[in-house]
Structures are given as structure tokens and as C-alpha cells.
């Protein structure tokens, strides 16, 4: 066990958004729309601890600004004076220009090359029932 696998990769996104979002209310009901744009800035880590030709606990790291859209629709439904139901749906997608990634080597060389592309998608469903008092 020795050699066991071990790895990991730590990929963070960092960055900012700007967004819209429509709405629409009456007394039962509740309805809104919302779009998101983000400006992104991707890093990452990893220890590939089964190659013995790269270094550890950094085997290479990486970076890379992109971009991203993010949709949402949300819907309310008032029951009674008591309950309310609600139901949302979210897509993201997220994605970099080619950025760059440098590789750690056992011998103490480093090299370097072209990261082609990193890229992100989530898309939900949530639902939940709200009692008031």
C-alpha cells in the first residue's frame, strides 16, 4: 500500500457578476426570471502522487480567466395564510480562454505549456414548503 493512490486537485473560480432579473407578483402567485454574466479567474493544484516523475506535493498548477451565463426561473405559490410552496431551476455554464499550465518535475526542472480550455455546468432543481406563524 505503499504506492497507494493519493491524489488531489484543487480547482478554485474566483471572479465577479453582473445580472438582471424580471418579476412578477400577485397575491397567490410569484414569478421571476434572472440572468447572471460572471468575469472568471480559474486556478488549480494537484499532487499526482503515483508519478514518480513529477514532484509532490505539487506536481502542477494552472490558470486561466474566462467567462460564464447563468439562467434562473423562480416560481411561488401562496396555499393559505400559513403555507407557501416554491420551485426553482438554475443552469450555469462556465468556461476559460487557453491559459496556462506548468508542470512540476522530481529532478527540479519545471515546464510549461498551453492549457486548452477549463470548463464548468450545474444545472438544479429545488422545491420547499414555507409555514408561517
Known sequence: FR???NSHY???WQGMWMGLE???QTPNH???VSAKYYWLDYSAEANW???SDFAHPKSFEQWATGAGTGLSLFYGYTLSKTFSFWLNW???SWSTDPGQDKVYFADGSVGGTQLNEVSWESSGISTGLVMKF
Open 3 to 5: 504506492n497507494a493512490l
Open 10 to 12: 484543487h480547482a478554485q
Open 22 to 24: 424580471w418579476g412578477l
Open 30 to 32: 410569484e414569478l421571476s
Open 49 to 51: 502522487n503515483l508519478r
Open 90 to 92: 438554475t443552469q450555469e
